[in-house]
Every structure is written in structure tokens, then in C-alpha cells.
């Protein structure tokens, strides 16, 4: 018999913290919605008191979802408690993840305390949380760098004060596997309670130093029962453990003796509409979602491939849900083919939005020959730039070998027309020019990439920016196969972000 492993999706969460990647609560609906169908067991749906946005999100999730808990992030703080629990009051299951930093840098210049001190305001927090939820996960934050001796003290005090899950979060990604599996064993061995199955201890892995999952699954080895983790390994930084990585290696490896209740087959459409909505690549050689992962394009080892699939392949991609099969959908297919493949990749639509996101697919395909999911899932991210003040109404560029690329374009901004025209050292240097001759700010680009969805000349071209205006970055996304405009409207998109 297996152990069961508990998947405590943060996503919403600790994903969402990534600059640029922010979703609006209908987005997180719908990813909130994917990962019941992935079969998550905890969804961290938002930390309510740091903003209405995640307030609203944490009350709309409880009410869209239906069989996994529902958590909602606090400090050790009573009013963030209270407002958690306000925020979580329609959830079926519900759980507050309260918590406060135990290493020695936290406690003495975080918060100029003492370790005493701390196991109090601790223990404080969880008995709070108590009185409005049965289900609290207490976080000891940068675990990773606290004294194993002290940590085993706090947790032992928040279990008596009644916490069902205790968080030990490499917050800093700093540990290597066999110190993070050390503590998580020390914790086991050293805090009664635990071992008499009173509360569990959970995992939280950043990626700093490439360790997330190595960590993650060192803590499972040594008695973990939950691990935190985000679609794509999104998070701040160098990101979070990744959901699909861990998934993955318990299915491949059945002699661990652990297992998780994702269904696996769910994960690539999960994997790419989570990256679709908060236009985030994921990096060709991703081990499980990445464009490469499973493709083989050595000699050899397509030979060996030819040959027998197990020569070189751990994992059949239709495990994750890659269908080389896919329908391809072309300017015959009808609006109800588009409906339904929206539907597959995880996203509903109806009513005008679909007929717009029809029309803008039927001016795709008459360009493409053939339109692929990326192609859609970009299709069906587009629809946000309807409520852009700031629009692109024409762009005309004039470039080439032996002339200077000039650039005309024109705006609406708010209902209004603008036309400016200026000259650069490329097209797109042009169309940036004369977009600043009509918005007169201090924008600087700070990056700049173009990605090819697919391969073909015909591809449509997936371009990110970062513009730094008033001392802030912003993140903006334009897709097309024009790629000098797919570069103007992420330029765009970035304004759109500093004008709100
Ligand atoms: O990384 C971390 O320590 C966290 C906690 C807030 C759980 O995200
Ligand atoms: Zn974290």
C-alpha cells in the first residue's frame, strides 16, 4: 500500500507573486477550476488581506470550486486572520495558512524579537485561526535556515495549539536535498505529535539553486505528506517546486511507495493555460511541459525511438496529455470545433466573446494553414486587450536592405485619434519611436523577446517586454504573425499596465 501525498497547489499564491503575472478573478476561476480537474487537494487561492483583488478571488474560488480545500494565506496577524476567514466563508472545505518567519535573521531584524517571543505570537496565530476554521497550516518561514533544535520546538507548540499542517519552507531555496530530507526526518523524530499522526509536515521549495524538486522530494522520502508546488514551477525568483515535476516521479516510481491523487493526463492543458493566461514561456527543455521534452532529434536516438519507445523515453507523453493525435483546426472548422477545443484546453467561452475570438481565429487561419492549441490558448488571452484604453489603430512600416525603416502609426487612446511617424535603426525601433512621439513619458525597454509558438515562417510570434516608467517595471505581451506588431502591442499592453 502506498502513502497518499498531499498536493497543496500555490499557484494563485506564490505563482501570482511573479512581477507581470498577475490574473483577474475571473482568470483564476478558471485555472482554480483546471487544477480541481488535475485533482489537487489544497488550492492556495490568495493571501485576502493584501489587496480587494485577492479578497474577491479568494470568495470566488470558494464559490466555483467544489471538492478541494480552500486556503487563504495570513501573517501572524489577527486581522489578516479575520479577514481570511471572511474571504474563505464560502468554501466547502476551508483552511487558514498562518505563519511567521523562525530564522534567526527573521527573528532578530525582521522582527527585532526573540526565539521565545516568537513561539508565542506562533502559537497566539494558530489558536486564533481556531476559533474560525478547523483545518490551519502553520508556516515556520526560511524554515530552510532555522536551528533544527528551535524548529522542532515551535512545531511541536503549534500542533498542541492545534495546527493540522505544519509548512517548512525553504523560503530561500538555499538547502541541498540531503539537509532539507535531515530536517524534515529530525522534525519526525523529534516532535511526538507527528509521529502520532496529530498533524503533518508539509513542504514549500524555492528554486534558487535549481533544488526545488530535489528538496521536495528528499522532504517526501523523509515524511512529508504534503508538498507545496505551482504549475510550470512559476514563483518569485527562480520559482516554486513544480507540480507536474513531482506528479511525474511518483508515477514513475512506484517503488517510492507514494502517491498523488493528480490525474496526469490533465497536466500539458493545464500546463499551457496557466502559461497562456499570465504570459509566462515555458522554457523549451521544461523536464515534462517543455516544448522539447519529449522530443527526440539526435540520430541515435531517434533510431533507438523507431526501434522501441522505451529505449529512450521514461514516460509516454499521452501520461501528461500530449496527443500528437491533436485536432488541428483550419479556416473550415466552424465555431462550434473552436468551442469545443477552448473547452479541452480548459477554457469557456460563449456568446460575443467566442464570436470575436471566431473572428480573430478565422483572420489566423486564413493566414496559417493550420492552427495548433498555442495558437488558441493565445487567441482566447487576446479578448483582455478589449477593455485597453490605449489601442493600436494602424501601423504601417517601411523597411529593408539600403533604407532606413520609417514607421507610421496611430493610437486610440480612450476614443480618441493620435498619428505620429518616426525613423529608426529597425522596424521595430521605428514603430517604439513614433508610438513615444504620441505617448510623451520616460519609458525605457528593459527586455525584449520573440518566440516562435511553432516552426513554419507562417508561426505566429509570442513577444514579451519589460518598460520601466516611474521607477517601476512593467510587464506587457503581443502575439501575431506580424511580429514587428505583435511587438508594438506588447508595448502597448505595458502602457496599458502603468495607466491604471
Ligand atoms: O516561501 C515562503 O516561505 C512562503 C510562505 C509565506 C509560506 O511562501
Ligand atoms: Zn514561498
Same mark, same amino acid.
Given at each position: 500500500m502506498s502513502d497518499r501525498l498531499f498536493i497543496f497547489d500555490t499557484t494563485l499564491r506564490d505563482g501570482e507573486q511573479v512581477p507581470g503575472c498577475q490574473l483577474n478573478t475571473v482568470e483564476k476561476i478558471q485555472v482554480a477550476k483546471q487544477l480541481e480537474i488535475l485533482g489537487v487537494d489544497v488550492i492556495e487561492a490568495g493571501f485576502p488581506i493584501s489587496s480587494p483583488g485577492d479578497f474577491n478571488s479568494v470568495i470566488e474560488i470558494s464559490k466555483a470550486v467544489t471538492w478541494p480545500t480552500i486556503c487563504a494565506l495570513t501573517r501572524a496577524v489577527e486581522k489578516d486572520i479575520d479577514v481570511a476567514a471572511d474571504a474563505l466563508k464560502y468554501a466547502k472545505r476551508k483552511r487558514i495558512h498562518t505563519g511567521i518567519g523562525t530564522s534567526e535573521s527573521h527573528i532578530r531584524y525582521k522582527f527585532?524579537?526573540?526565539?521565545?517571543?516568537?513561539?508565542?505570537?506562533? &502559537?497566539?496565530?494558530?489558536?486564533?485561526?481556531?476559533?474560525?476554521?478547523?483545518?490551519?497550516?502553520?508556516?515556520?518561514?526560511?524554515?530552510?535556515?532555522?536551528?533544527?533544535?528551535y524548529l522542532a520546538r515551535v512545531v511541536e507548540a503549534v500542533v498542541k495549539a492545534g495546527a493540522t499542517v505544519v509548512n517548512i519552507p525553504d523560503t530561500t531555496g538555499f538547502r541541498i536535498p540531503n539537509e532539507y530530507g535531515e530536517k524534515i526526518k529530525y522534525l519526525m523524530e523529534h516532535v511526538d505529535d507527528l509521529s502520532a499522526g496529530k498533524a503533518i509536515l508539509s513542504t514549500h521549495c524555492h528554486n534558487d539553486l535549481g533544488m526545488a524538486t530535489a528538496n521536495t522530494i528528499a522532504g517526501a522520502i523523509n515524511g512529508a505528506r504534503q508538498v507545496e508546488v505551482t =504549475?510550470?514551477?512559476?514563483?518569485?525568483?527562480?520559482?516554486?517546486?513544480?507540480?507536474?515535476?513531482?506528479?511525474?516521479?511518483?508515477?514513475?516510481?512506484?517503488?517510492?511507495?507514494?502517491?498523488?491523487?493528480?490525474?496526469?493526463?490533465?497536466?500539458?492543458?493545464? #500546463?499551457?493555460?496557466?502559461?497562456?493566461?499570465?504570459?509566462?514561456?515555458?522554457?523549451?527543455n521544461k523536464a515534462i511541459v517543455g516544448k522539447?521534452?519529449?522530443?527526440?532529434?539526435?540520430?541515435?536516438?531517434?533510431?533507438?525511438?523507431?526501434?522501441? &519507445?522505451?529505449?529512450?523515453?521514461?514516460?509516454?507523453?499521452?501520461? +501528461?496529455?500530449?496527443?500528437?493525435?491533436?485536432?488541428?483546426?483550419?479556416?473550415?472548422?466552424?465555431?462550434?470545433?473552436?468551442?469545443?477545443?477552448?473547452?479541452?484546453? @480548459? &477554457?469557456?467561452?460563449?456568446?460575443?466573446?467566442?464570436?470575436r475570438t471566431y473572428q480573430e481565429f478565422l483572420k489566423l487561419a486564413d493566414k496559417k494553414k493550420e492552427v495548433n492549441d498555442d495558437d488558441i490558448l493565445v487567441?482566447? @488571452?487576446?479578448?483582455?486587450? $478589449?477593455?485597453?484604453? +490605449?489601442?493600436?489603430?494602424?501601423?504601417?512600416?517601411? #523597411? /529593408?536592405?539600403?533604407?532606413?525603416? $520609417?514607421?507610421? =502609426?496611430?493610437?486610440?487612446?480612450?476614443?480618441?485619434?493620435?498619428?505620429?511617424?518616426?525613423?529608426?535603426?529597425?522596424?521595430?525601433?521605428?514603430?517604439?519611436?513614433?508610438?513615444?512621439?504620441?505617448?510623451?513619458?520616460?519609458?525605457?525597454?528593459?527586455?525584449?523577446?520573440?518566440?516562435?509558438?511553432?516552426? /513554419?515562417?507562417?508561426?505566429?510570434?509570442?513577444?514579451?517586454?519589460?518598460?520601466?516608467?516611474?521607477?517601476?517595471?512593467?510587464?506587457?505581451? @503581443?502575439?501575431?504573425?506580424?511580429?514587428?506588431?505583435?511587438?508594438?502591442?506588447?508595448?502597448?499592453?505595458?502602457?496599458?499596465?502603468?495607466?491604471k
Open positions: 527585532n524579537s526573540t526565539p521565545e517571543e516568537i513561539i508565542e505570537r506562533a &502559537v497566539a496565530a494558530v489558536k486564533y485561526a481556531k476559533r474560525y476554521v478547523e483545518d490551519v497550516e502553520f508556516y515556520a518561514e526560511d524554515a530552510g535556515r532555522t536551528d533544527n533544535e =504549475i510550470n514551477g512559476i514563483g518569485e525568483r527562480a520559482g516554486n517546486t513544480s507540480l507536474e515535476e513531482i506528479a511525474m516521479i511518483f508515477k514513475t516510481h512506484p517503488d517510492l511507495g507514494i502517491e498523488t491523487n493528480i490525474n496526469t493526463t490533465k497536466i500539458y492543458q493545464t #500546463s499551457r493555460m496557466v502559461s497562456s493566461l499570465m504570459n509566462m514561456p515555458v522554457q523549451p522539447n521534452a519529449f522530443a527526440h532529434s539526435s540520430g541515435i536516438h531517434q533510431d533507438g525511438v523507431l526501434k522501441n &519507445v522505451k529505449t529512450y523515453e521514461i514516460m509516454d507523453p499521452k501520461e +501528461v496529455g500530449i496527443d500528437d493525435n491533436a485536432i488541428v483546426l483550419t479556416a473550415r472548422s466552424g465555431r462550434a470545433a473552436l468551442k469545443h477545443r477552448l473547452h479541452v484546453l @480548459g &477554457v469557456e467561452m460563449e456568446g460575443e466573446k467566442l464570436d487567441l482566447a @488571452g487576446a479578448d483582455r486587450a $478589449v477593455s485597453h484604453s +490605449v489601442k493600436l489603430d494602424f501601423l504601417q512600416v517601411t #523597411s /529593408g536592405l539600403g533604407t532606413r525603416p $520609417v514607421a507610421s =502609426i496611430g493610437l486610440d487612446i480612450a476614443g480618441e485619434k493620435f498619428e505620429a511617424a518616426a525613423s529608426g535603426n529597425g522596424p521595430v525601433d521605428a514603430a517604439i519611436k513614433a508610438l513615444k512621439v504620441i505617448i510623451k513619458r520616460e519609458m525605457t525597454l528593459k527586455e525584449f523577446t520573440i518566440q516562435a509558438i511553432n516552426k /513554419g515562417s507562417d508561426d505566429v510570434a509570442k513577444v514579451h517586454m519589460q518598460v520601466e516608467y516611474d521607477g517601476s517595471v512593467y510587464y506587457g505581451f @503581443g502575439a501575431g504573425t506580424d511580429i514587428v506588431t505583435a511587438s508594438v502591442e506588447a508595448y502597448i499592453d505595458c502602457i496599458n499596465k502603468f495607466r
